[in-house]
């Protein structure tokens, strides 16, 4: 199986949540593997070109929404780069109770987060 390439797009706030849904591509027992692009460290030039061309050379991007989301502007910018340059995109709910999908999204669709969900995503890009 080849690794796809998955740009995560997360909120500041959401770093553990990004490390724990990353860290999972490792367990033996994960049904899917992919290449992390997200952004662990913030640029402090130029940040809209280089996750604009990590964007383009991944071949989906999962967002990972939370109450923090509706603030995360960089984040929101992902999202609407990721829907603007035609990437399969998917959203997951880091919580049972803040079901709020960004605008940015457009049509894209958020889910649970399960193995399953995010194997089924992961196996349809590319």
């Not at 049972?96 to 960004?102: A, C, G, Q, S």
């Amino acid at each position: 199986m080849t690794a796809k390439t998955i740009f995560v797009a997360f909120a500041k706030e959401d770093e553990a949540s990004r490390n724990l849904f990353t860290g999972q591509r490792v367990h033996p027992r994960s049904p899917f593997e992919f290449t992390d692009m997200s952004v662990k460290e913030p640029y402090r030039t130029e940040w809209k070109q280089r996750v604009r061309t990590r964007i383009r050379r991944s071949d989906g991007v999962i967002a990972l929404i939370s109450s923090s989301t509706p603030q995360a502007i960089g984040q929101l910018w992902e999202l609407s780069c990721a829907v603007s340059e035609g990437k399969p995109l998917l959203g997951i709910w880091l919580s049972d109770t803040y079901r709020v999908k960004p605008a940015e999204m457009g049509s894209a669709p958020c889910r649970t987060w399960t193995w399953e969900t995010v194997a089924n995503f992961i196996d349809a890009v590319g």
